[in-house]
C-alpha cells in the first residue's frame, strides 16, 4: 500500500503519542514506580471492584484532606510535596485515580460518578475536605453532590468544569483505535479515553452543581493554556448554593497549581477547616 510507504504518515504515526500528550493535561514520569519513603506510606482501600491505592501522610487523628488528579497523571507525582508537608492537626491522602497508578483495575473510568465513587471509602463522616486538579475538579465536584454528609468542603485548583471550553481534536479520536492506540503506553491512553468522553460527562454534571453547599474555594491561573481561566465564570455561574465561594486567581500562573499555588492551596484548606468547624 502506498500509503504505508508514505513519509507523511509513517511521521503521524510516530509523533502520535506527543501529540496526544499535548492535549492531554500534562505531567511529567506519570506511572512512578514509588511506594512510600519516611514521609509518607501507600496503602490500599476497596472500593467496588475497585482496589484504590493512595498515599497517605500527617496526624491519623487530624482533619482529613483527599487530593485528586487530573488526567494523565498520579498520586506520587502530582502531590508528593504537598504530603511532604502536612501542617499539624492534618492528614493528607493522594489517590491514584482509576485507570492511573497502582490502582487497580488498570482500565479507564470515563464516568465522572464512578470517579467519585472511587472517594467514597476514604471519606468520614465527620467530613473531609477535597481538593481536586484539572480533572480532578469536577470528580471533586461530583463527590462533594454525591456524599453531601461526608464532603465538609471542596477546593478547585485549575477545573475543567465548563462543557462548552471542551474540544476533542480528530487526532484524539484517531489514537482511541488500533493500531493508533497500540503506540500508547496504559496512562496515555486512560488520559485520551477521560478527554475524549469529558465534555458529555460535565453536561451531565451541569444541572447538579446548583446541589453543592458546602464551602468552595476556586483557584485558577489567568495564563492556563491548558484549563482556560474562562472556567472560571463558569463555576461562579453554577455554584450559587455553595454557602461561601470564593475565586482566588493567579495572575500570570498557568496550569501546575500544586506546584506554583502550593501556599494558597494550603491557605484554602486551612480557611474550609475553619468554616466547617464554625458551621
Not at 508514505?6 to 514506580?33: E, H, K, M, Q, T
Not at 504530603?83 to 497502582?102: C, Q, S, T
Not at 484524539?172 to 493508533?180: A, E, K, N, V
Request: with cysteine; net charge negative.
Amino acid at each position: 500500500m502506498k500509503v504505508l510507504k508514505s513519509l507523511y504518515f509513517w511521521a503521524v504515526i510516530l509523533l502520535l503519542p506527543f501529540v496526544l500528550l499535548g492535549c492531554s493535561r500534562l505531567f511529567i514520569n506519570f506511572d512512578s514506580d514509588f511506594v512510600s519513603d519516611e514521609y509518607v506510606i501507600r496503602e490500599t482501600i476497596q472500593a467496588g471492584d475497585l482496589k484504590i491505592s493512595y498515599l497517605k501522610a500527617g496526624d491519623p487523628d487530624g482533619q482529613r484532606v483527599i487530593f485528586v488528579h487530573g488526567t494523565p497523571g498520579e498520586a506520587a507525582n502530582n502531590w508528593y510535596n504537598v504530603l511532604k508537608n502536612v501542617p499539624d492537626g492534618y492528614e493528607y491522602l493522594a489517590i491514584d485515580r482509576p485507570g492511573f497508578g497502582h490502582t487497580l483495575p488498570k482500565e479507564a473510568l470515563t464516568s465522572l460518578n464512578g470517579q467519585a465513587a472511587a472517594l467514597e471509602p476514604l471519606l468520614q463522616s465527620k467530613g473531609a475536605i477535597l481538593v481536586g486538579h484539572s480533572l480532578g475538579g469536577p470528580i471533586v465536584a461530583a463527590a462533594a453532590i454525591t456524599y453531601p454528609q461526608n464532603v465538609s468542603a471542596i477546593v478547585i485548583a485549575a477545573g475543567a468544569l465548563d462543557p462548552n471550553l471542551e474540544e476533542v481534536l480528530f487526532i484524539q479520536y484517531l489514537g482511541d483505535i488500533p493500531p493508533f492506540s497500540w503506540l500508547l503506553d496504559r496512562t496515555l491512553k486512560n488520559s485520551n479515553k477521560e478527554l475524549i468522553a469529558l465534555e458529555k460527562e460535565l453536561r451531565l454534571l451541569q444541572p447538579k452543581l446548583r446541589n453543592i453547599t458546602q464551602p468552595v474555594v476556586i483557584i485558577h491561573g489567568t495564563e492556563d493554556t491548558l484549563v482556560p481561566y474562562e472556567n472560571v465564570a463558569f463555576m461562579e455561574r453554577e455554584l450559587t448554593n455553595s454557602q461561601h465561594l470564593e475565586v482566588i486567581t493567579m495572575d500570570a500562573m498557568d496550569h501546575f497549581l500544586q506546584w506554583s499555588a502550593f501556599v494558597e492551596i494550603q491557605t484554602a484548606i486551612k480557611k474550609m477547616t475553619a468554616i466547617h468547624e464554625k458551621s
